[in-house]
């Protein structure tokens, strides 16, 4: 196993998560009065598992027809797009 790969995607996915729409819904699915904590940790974490598997699946797929490079350059002008959008909608 790639340790500096593990550390730079679980760092990286992290910092993303912290505080997003994800992690609020599942505080409010914690937070009702006799909600098991254990239920909701579960099922939050299959939801996030699943969805990162979605996400491997997909990249390796696109990856077989794309050039991994023009890929990056995709997302990250996908990433800017949103800011500003996100900025301009503020």
């Avoid at 730079?8 to 505080?27: I, M, R, S, W």
Wanted: glycine share 8%.
């Amino acid at each position: 196993m790639d340790i500096k790969l593990l550390a730079t995607v679980f760092g990286t996915v992290f910092l993303a998560e912290l505080g997003d729409k994800t992690q609020l819904a599942t505080l409010l699915f914690a937070a009702r009065e006799g909600s098991s904590l254990a239920t909701v940790f579960v099922a939050a974490s299959l939801a996030l598992v699943t969805a990162t598997a979605i996400g491997v699946a997909a990249g390796a797929i696109v990856s077989a027809y794309l050039d991994p490079r023009y890929l990056s350059y995709v997302a990250g002008a996908a990433f800017i797009l949103v800011g500003v959008w996100t900025i301009w909608q503020a």
